[in-house]
C-alpha cells in the first residue's frame, strides 16, 4: 500500500463527520444522557408517578452507610478478580498450548471454547442452575459417582459458597474473549523470534515467559480492561441463578441497583445506586490503567 | 480495488444504520398511536373483526399474572371469558400479554408505572395499588362500579378490603384466595404416625422429627422468588402470634413495632422450624414450581401454597399422590394473641385500571364493560364449579366436576377466618427487606431480633 493511495481513501472532514454522527447521536443518547438523568434522579426521593422532590445529597449519604451496597461491591470485586485470575490464566496457558506444534485439533478446540460466549446469559444461568441443582444438578451428581460425596455443597444456598458459585459460570462462558485476543497477539510475533530463541536453547516454558508474555503485553491490557469493565456490571447470570440471594449474599451492584429501582420501588435512591457503581468501576478501571502503565515503563 | 470495496463496505453501512434508525422511529411512533388509532390490527387479532368504522375501534391492551401454558382455574375461566368478550365486540382488540413469573411481572408493572405508561386493564396486588394509587397512575373504579349497582353489591363481604385506598376502589377481585394452605401426604404422615393433621405446635414439631426420621423432607419450600416465605408461611405463621389488630396497626402506624415480642416470636419459631429441618436445604434456590415437584415424586411430606395450587395439583400431581393428599392449616401456637381457625387470605389482586384510560370517555366505557363481562357472574360460575373460592357470590352451579381436593379445601376454608396477607398490604420496600431477610433467617444467617430491626429501620424511612 503507496502512501498517495492512503491518501485517496481518506475522505474529506464533512464525510467523516457525517459518517460518525449517527453513532455517535446513539452513543449519546444512550449512554451520556441517561447518565445526567440518572445523576438527577437521584438528587430526588422519586418513587413512582410524576411526583418527586428535590432532596439534595441524601441518597448518597445513605448510600455511603449502605452494608449491601459494600457487599455488593465486595462480590463484584471478587467476581473480576476471579475472572482476572483464573480466566486469564487459563487462556494463557491455552495460547501457549495452541502455539505448540503438538496440538492436534486447533480448529476444533477453538471453536468449542468460543461457543459458550455467544449463548445468551439467560440460558447460561439456567443451565448453570440445573448444574447446581441439589438433587438433580449434574455437578453432584457426577461427584456421586467418583464416590466424592464429602465434595458435595449447596452450591447455590451456601452465603459463604454462593459468589464462588456464581464466578464460574462467567469464567467459562466467557474463556473465549481473552482467548482470541491472545492467540491474534501471538500470530502477530514473527516466527524468526521464536527460531532465534529456539537456537538459543529456550524451550517451552521460557518461551511463553521471556518472549510471548512480554510480546502480547499490551493485547492483555485490553483483555484485562474488558473484562473489569464487563464484569463490574454483571447482572443477567447473577438474576437468574440467584437473585441475588440467599439474603444478599450473591448481591452484585447492577442488580442492586435494578432491584431497589423497580422491585422496590425507589427509583432516586436506585439511581444514586447507579451513579455509585459508574464511579466504582470508572474508579477501577482508572486504577489498572495507572498501574499498567507503571508495570509497562519498568 | 481495495478503495472501491471500502466504499461499498460504508455504502451499505450507512444504508443499514439509516434503516435502522427510520424503523425506530416508525415503531415507536406507531406504538404511541396505538391506542388511538388500531389502523393496524394486532398480530393475534383476526384482521376481519376489525370493521371498517374506524369511529368505535378500539385497542384494549390487559396485561396479566399468568403464563400462556397456565393450567390454574382462574386463568383458564379468564382468558376464556375475555375470548368470549373478544367475540361478542368485535370492534375492540383485546391484546392480552402473559407474564409467568410473578417477580419479573411486579417489576414490569412498576417500571410501566414509573413511566406513568399503564395498561389499560392489569392484574396487581393491594401493595402495589396503593403506591399506585397515591401516585396517581392508577384510575379508581368507584364510578363504574356504582353505575352498576346489581354487580357491585353481588361481591362478598370485604372483597374490596385488599384493594381499597383512601376511601376508593383501584381494583375488581376476580377471586378469594387464601395464599396459606398446607398441602399434605396422608400416607407419608401416618408413616411417622399422624393419622390427623397436628393440632398443636409440639406435635407440629414432633411430626417434623418424625417426618426427618423416616427420610423425608417435612415440607418442600421453594423461596428463590423470597415471595413464598412471606406470602405463604409468615402472613399466617405471624398472625398466630401476634394477631390481626397487630398487623393493621402496623399499617395504619399508630404504634405497633416490627420488633414487638410477638413478631419477633414468630421470626424464632420460623426458623425454629429451618433448624429441625422441616425444609429441604436448596429452599432459596428452588422456587414454587420445584417445590411442588418434591411434593409429587413423593420425597416431601408438605408443602405450603396458597389455594390457587389446587388446580396445579389435580393436574400435575401422579394419581396416588393426588389421592393421598389434603388440606390443612398451622396449628395454633402456644401463648398466640391470634385466632387459630384462620389464614391468611383475601381478595389480594384484582384487575386495575392505568390513569390513561380515564381521559378517554368512550375507553371507559368499554372498560366498564369489558370488567362486568368478564368478572361478573358467568365468570364466576365457571370457576365456582372449578371448586374456587369466588369474590362474586353465585348459587345454583354445577356442583358435579369440583375436584375432591377442591372440595376438601372449599370444606375447610368454610370454617376459617381470613387474616391479612403481609404483601398485599405493605409497602414494596418494606416487603423487599422481609423477603430478603426470611432467606437469610431460614439459613440461620441472621437472628430473628436484628431482621425485625432491620425491617422496622425500613419501615420507619417511608
Not at chain 2, 343 to 368: F, Y
Request: hydrophobic residues 45%; proline residues 4%; contains cysteine.
Amino acid at each position: 500500500m503507496q502512501p498517495n493511495n492512503a491518501a485517496s481513501i481518506k475522505p474529506r472532514k464533512a464525510v467523516l463527520a457525517a459518517l460518525l454522527l449517527p453513532g455517535v447521536a446513539i452513543y449519546v443518547f444512550i449512554t451520556i444522557i441517561p447518565l445526567f438523568t440518572a445523576f438527577g434522579y437521584s438528587l430526588t426521593n422519586w418513587a413512582i408517578g410524576p411526583n418527586r422532590d428535590f432532596i439534595g445529597f441524601d441518597n448518597y449519604v445513605r448510600l455511603m452507610g449502605d452494608s449491601v451496597f459494600w457487599q455488593a461491591f465486595r462480590n463484584n470485586l471478587v467476581i473480576v478478580a476471579g475472572n482476572l485470575i483464573v480466566q486469564m490464566g487459563i487462556a494463557f496457558l491455552l495460547t501457549v498450548l495452541f502455539m505448540s506444534r503438538a496440538m492436534r485439533g486447533k480448529e476444533f478446540h477453538r471453536t468449542v471454547i468460543f461457543l459458550p460466549v455467544v449463548l445468551s446469559a439467560v440460558v447460561v444461568g439456567f443451565i448453570w442452575q440445573m448444574v447446581y441443582s441439589n438433587n438433580f444438578g449434574m455437578l453432584n451428581a457426577v461427584l456421586r459417582s467418583l464416590n466424592m460425596d464429602s465434595l458435595i455443597r449447596l452450591w447455590l444456598d451456601d452465603p459463604k459458597q454462593v459468589i464462588y458459585s456464581v464466578t464460574l459460570p462467567l469464567i467459562w462462558q466467557y474463556l473465549g474473549v481473552p482467548l482470541m485476543i491472545f492467540m491474534s497477539a501471538v500470530q502477530g510475533i514473527s516466527k524468526e523470534v521464536y527460531e532465534v530463541c529456539e537456537i538459543d536453547g529456550a524451550t517451552g516454558v521460557k518461551k511463553a515467559i521471556y518472549i510471548t508474555f512480554p510480546l502480547i503485553y499490551s493485547s492483555m491490557k485490553v483483555a484485562v480492561m474488558l473484562s473489569i469493565s464487563s464484569n463490574m456490571l454483571v447482572f443477567s447470570h447473577i438474576l437468574v441463578l440467584t437473585g441475588g440471594g440467599p439474603g444478599t449474599s450473591s448481591m452484585v451492584l447492577a442488580l442492586y441497583s435494578y432491584s431497589t429501582s423497580f422491585t422496590r420501588m425507589q427509583l432516586g435512591y436506585g439511581s444514586a445506586i447507579a451513579i455509585g457503581v459508574f464511579i466504582l468501576s470508572f474508579g477501577l478501571v482508572l486504577i489498572f490503567k495507572k498501574l499498567a502503565e507503571v508495570g509497562q515503563s519498568e | 480495488m481495495k478503495n472501491k470495496f471500502l466504499r461499498i463496505i460504508s455504502l451499505c453501512l450507512c444504508a443499514m444504520l439509516a434503516t435502522a434508525a427510520f424503523a425506530a422511529c416508525q415503531s415507536q411512533s406507531s406504538d404511541t398511536a396505538a391506542p388511538a388509532q388500531p389502523a393496524a390490527p394486532a398480530a393475534d387479532a383476526p384482521a376481519a373483526d376489525v370493521p371498517q368504522s374506524a369511529g368505535d375501534a378500539m385497542t384494549l391492551n390487559v396485561m396479566t399474572l399468568w403464563a400462556r401454558d397456565n393450567s390454574e382455574n382462574i386463568p383458564t375461566a379468564l382468558r376464556a371469558r375475555i375470548a368470549q368478550f373478544q367475540e361478542e365486540n368485535p370492534h375492540v382488540t383485546v391484546v392480552e400479554e402473559g407474564i409467568g413469573d410473578q417477580t419479573a411481572y411486579y417489576t414490569r408493572l412498576t417500571t410501566l408505572a414509573a413511566g406513568n405508561d399503564l395498561p389499560d386493564v392489569f392484574v396487581s396486588r393491594g401493595s402495589e395499588l396503593s403506591m399506585f394509587a397515591q401516585a396517581g397512575v392508577v384510575a379508581p373504579l368507584d364510578d363504574i362500579l356504582n353505575s352498576r349497582p346489581a354487580w357491585r353489591d353481588g361481591f362478598v363481604d370485604g372483597a374490596f378490603g385488599d384493594l381499597t385506598s383512601n376511601g376508593s376502589i383501584y381494583a375488581i377481585p376476580y377471586s378469594m384466595l387464601s395464599t396459606h394452605v398446607i398441602y399434605y401426604n396422608s400416607s407419608l404422615l401416618s408413616e411417622a404416625g399422624f393419622d390427623s393433621f397436628p393440632q398443636t405446635w409440639p406435635e407440629f414439631m414432633d411430626m417434623i422429627a418424625k417426618l426427618n426420621a423416616n427420610g423425608v423432607t417435612p415440607i418442600a419450600l421453594g423461596n428463590r422468588e423470597q415471595w413464598v416465605a412471606n406470602s405463604c408461611v409468615l402472613s399466617t405463621l405471624g398472625d398466630r402470634f401476634t394477631g390481626s389488630d397487630w398487623f393493621r396497626s402496623i399499617i395504619s402506624g399508630d404504634g405497633a413495632q416490627w420488633t414487638d415480642p410477638e413478631f419477633v416470636s414468630a421470626l424464632a419459631a420460623l426458623q425454629e422450624m429451618s433448624n429441625a429441618g422441616a425444609f429441604n436445604s436448596d429452599m432459596n434456590s428452588i422456587d414454587n414450581d420445584q417445590q411442588k415437584t418434591l411434593f409429587y415424586n413423593g420425597s416431601a411430606a408438605m408443602f405450603m401454597e396458597g389455594s390457587w395450587a389446587i388446580g396445579a395439583v389435580v393436574d400435575d400431581a401422579p394419581a396416588d399422590i393426588l389421592a393421598a393428599t389434603k388440606v390443612a392449616v398451622l396449628p395454633a401456637v402456644n401463648g398466640g394473641k391470634g385466632n387459630p381457625r384462620s389464614m391468611s387470605g383475601g381478595s389480594g389482586s384484582g384487575l386495575a385500571v392505568g390513569i390513561g384510560a380515564l381521559q378517554d370517555d368512550a375507553k371507559m366505557a368499554v372498560i366498564a364493560e369489558f370488567l362486568e363481562f368478564v368478572l361478573g357472574e358467568g365468570y364466576s360460575m365457571e370457576i365456582a364449579a372449578k371448586g374456587e373460592p369466588t369474590a362474586f357470590s353465585v348459587t345454583g352451579y354445577d356442583k358435579s366436576n369440583v375436584s375432591e381436593l377442591a372440595a376438601l379445601y372449599a370444606e375447610m376454608a368454610s370454617s376459617l377466618a381470613f387474616s391479612p396477607i403481609y404483601d398485599s398490604f405493605l409497602n414494596p420496600a418494606v416487603n423487599g427487606v422481609i423477603n430478603e431477610g426470611l432467606q437469610e433467617l431460614l439459613i440461620n444467617v441472621i437472628t430473628p431480633q436484628d431482621l425485625a430491626e432491620r425491617i422496622q429501620a425500613e419501615s420507619n424511612r417511608n
